[in-house]
């Protein structure tokens, strides 16, 4: 059996591909928050950070990325919408 040899460039791009797939994993927790609290905008969003973060930092921006748009969109969800146009009626 051959040794498996690697050039400096394709163990970059390999390693940039798994933390990408990471990323995106790890992405989808946020999109599907805002995909169910009707915040898709802040999901998709979040979805492209954590995988472009995670293709160039890996785990040091997926991670934390996934964990802010999470509670970004929680947060959001939970605020009380105040409807202007009850009040300006009375």
């Known amino acids: 059996m051959d040794p498996v040899s690697l050039t400096t460039r394709e163990a970059i791009i390999y ?3 798994i933390n990408m797939a990471v990323g995106f994993v790890l992405g989808l927790i946020p999109f599907f928050f805002g995909y169910f609290n009707k ?3 802040l999901g998709t ?3 492209l950070i954590s ?3 995670g293709a160039v930092l890996g785990i040091f921006i997926s991670i934390p990325a996934t964990v ?3 509670w970004i969109i929680v947060r959001r969800s939970r605020a009380p919408n105040i409807d ?3 009040s300006a009626t009375s």
């Open 15 to 17: 390693s940039a591909l």
């Open 39 to 41: 915040e898709k905008g």
């Open 45 to 47: 969003i979040a979805i």
């Open 51 to 53: 995988t472009l973060g």
């Open 68 to 70: 802010i748009f999470t």
């Open 84 to 86: 202007k146009s009850d």
